[in-house]
């Protein structure tokens, strides 16, 4: 079994920011990559940010600039700075993984449960 224990997430105002962290433990045999998504109210799920298991990052054009993704490839977790936040960032926040496992071994995609960030007044 892999899971993934998402934290981080809150109320914020306008301009303020959150960090939010995401851990992965389990049967894991080998990372290729991890990641947010975050699905707005009423809206599809959309990449935020990625990044490889060799420091590669990659983000949305949205959060260019204000997000950053990084990584602790020993403690298998993976961080998102997110400054200067908008009422449109507001969403719940999914960490994902993407991961082969030692007992099936197979590489596939695993979600993290969510975590909800509210940018208001």
């Known amino acids: 079994q892999v899971q993934l224990v998402e934290s981080g997430g809150g109320l914020v105002q306008p301009g303020g920011s959150l960090r939010l962290s995401c851990a992965a433990s389990?049967?894991?045999?080998?990372?290729?990559?991890m990641g947010w998504y975050r699905q707005p109210p009423g809206k599809q799920r959309e990449l935020v940010a990625d990044?490889?298991?060799?420091?590669?990052?990659n983000y949305a054009d949205s959060v260019k600039g204000r997000f950053t993704i990084s990584g602790d490839n020993a403690k298998n977790t993976v961080y998102l700075q997110m400054n200067s936040l908008k009422p449109e960032d507001t969403a719940v926040y999914y960490c994902?993984?993407?991961?082969?496992?030692?007992?099936?071994?197979?590489?596939?995609?695993?979600w993290g449960k969510g975590t909800l960030v509210t940018v208001s007044t």
């Open positions: 994902n993984l993407d991961a082969m496992d030692y007992i099936n071994e197979i590489r596939r995609d695993y």
């Open positions: 389990g049967s894991i045999f080998s990372i290729y990559g």
């Open positions: 990044i490889t298991s060799g420091g590669r990052t």
